[in-house]
């Protein structure tokens, strides 16, 4: 039974409470901090991009296509849509000599409303462009075409780039990848189911490049340092990575997955978070997983008063009353 | 330790599961059915509009303005901002007198996401009549104005309109509402942690009107009616309980509340019901609304059909391949 990590309180109750798993590990798989089941498998989801990316970078199509650093954070994406996430992976695909066209994520509004109303009130339509995923298949796009493959069916687990990042993230975690613990994602790319523990283990080396060959180790670096560069990239406005990222720069690297699912690294101290929310919220993912970069980076500062804000955000109703928060509980608190 | 009512499978696995209590009662108070604890006090939130709404019928407010019945449903409802719900709001505030500036819920962007985009195509912006609460508030300011009362205000506890109110509620539940279990809603007024059976009880009664004086059986019955003439207006397109009573009419009554809270009649079974998810959820608590429904009312043909989808709705993602479901589990399995 995962014990409680959050908690969303409403005056002076408890209104709701989020059970789950977390785990930090230095790169030799020694544990840091655990509360939770965190030998279950749970589907990453979106928060192994960064990872998925990897091929990307280390095999040099990101520099032969001339890839900016904007554009390599936006291929670990899940953005929110906005003008600067669709002119991002417009860019891309052009570089690859593509367009939108090639994209095989699926038609979505943007998750930002604003950004949404904006092209409504353009005249203008939800895209593949505008799909949270855009950026990451934009990136599997550029890395086939640089092979010299035909990218089309490319989400497809027999495809060759498919099998490129596949392999990448088998090698990452250490998990076996295939049939018996398959599923499909959101953006019809294969997601796999592998223990919290692995995850964790894998942004550990992620962050701190321990134990990975030279070019896999440069490219860690070279996506860690584009993301914390252009942090708006990874996510949008607003949102938690973004936040996180703009507060403390390259000392941590965070992505959100869908359900619950949240992948961290805290380079300077070699260290690796993953957290599943039992229930899938991501309200409660993003503050367990604040709570634990607390726990461990104890910033100061500016640094730690943001990382505050996102540990414990208050909960304003329609008029902007503070009605509640949501804060770390159990092992956490 | 509440169990877990409903999980969500991705491929052959469970990605995440929802833990929560969940009661159904007759109006003497007989449990038909328990899971969790249901004597934990929760807020209901939106879940109990039905309830604030009766003061309006009863007191014959609502007659004496010529509210329509669609008017009467927009009181209990926690709308999705369409065109169809502001020009109700807006016709209910017209004939106390009023306008929009008389809310005091805030400012919402429609809810529907499609009806939020046409607004802002059409150089609109949100405003407190957008905002899903705004059919109970206006329904609050024709009782207000009905009973030659000043208006402003009466999102506060001490404003005679919102203590008429809060004695319905109390009354209906059984309930001590007061200081000690207050909260503020999304929409700045009061709500109570109230016991789940408690609530259960509440509905009940709302559903077969025993044990309630002629004026409030008569109104939980014009209420009643009128939701289920126009379930539309209670909620909006695609929306649970409105697909929900568009298949059962009169046979349900369903009303959903912010946090996974539910509560719901079946009238022909004299039998009320309350959910509450431990976690929020609200995909959680529709479903496992819709399995203790399906547990005693048994549908068939078209009904049945449509109470199954909405019992195990499938989960399908961008490009519209069927990634996983929701579905009941453990006691409500």
Not at 13 to 20: D, F, I, K, P, T
Not at 172 to 195: F, H, K
Not at 208 to 237: D, F, K
Not at 250 to 277: D, H, Q, W
Request: proline letters at 5%; glycine letters at 12%.
């Amino acid at each position: 039974m995962d014990p409680v990590l959050v908690e969303v309180t409403r005056g002076a109750r408890v209104e709701s409470s989020h059970r789950g798993a977390a785990v930090v590990v230095d790169p030799a798989g020694g544990v840091a901090f655990q509360a939770g089941d965190i030998d279950a498998a749970v589907y990453p989801r979106s928060a192994v991009k960064a990872l998925l990316a990897l091929p990307l970078v280390e095999s040099g199509a990101a520099d032969r296509l001339g890839l900016t650093d904007d554009e390599i954070a936006l291929a670990c994406s899940s953005h929110s849509g906005e003008e600067v996430h669709v002119a991002g992976a417009t860019s891309m695909l052009r570089k690859a000599g593509r367009d939108g066209a090639c994209l095989e994520c699926g038609v979505q509004w943007p998750i930002n409303e604003a950004a949404s109303r904006r092209l409504a009130a353009h005249g203008g339509a939800a895209s593949a462009l505008h799909n949270n995923c855009s950026g990451k298949h934009s990136g599997f796009i550029c890395l086939a075409c640089d092979r010299g493959e035909d990218p089309a069916g490319y989400v497809r687990p027999a495809h060759p780039t498919m099998r490129e990042v596949t392999a990448a993230l088998a090698d990452m975690t250490g998990a076996a990848l295939d049939e018996g613990n398959r599923a499909v994602d959101g953006c019809s790319i294969p997601t796999y189911a592998i223990p919290l523990r692995a995850l964790a283990l894998s942004f550990a080396r992620f962050g701190s490049a321990q134990g990975l060959a030279p070019a896999r180790a440069a490219a860690t670096r070279r996506i860690r340092a584009a993301v914390a560069a252009n942090p708006m990239m990874v996510a949008g406005t607003g949102r938690f990575d973004t936040r996180l990222m703009t507060a403390l720069g390259a000392r941590v690297f965070s992505k959100s997955g869908a359900e619950g699912v949240f992948c961290a690294a805290i380079p300077e101290l070699g260290l690796g978070l993953a957290v599943k929310c039992d229930d899938g919220a991501g309200r409660a993912a993003e503050v367990a997983t604040a709570a634990l970069i607390g726990r461990f980076l104890h910033p100061d500062g500016a640094q730690g008063e943001a990382l505050a804000g996102l540990t414990q955000p208050v909960l304003r109703n329609w008029n902007g009353i503070a009605v509640g928060a949501v804060r770390p509980a159990g092992p956490l608190a």
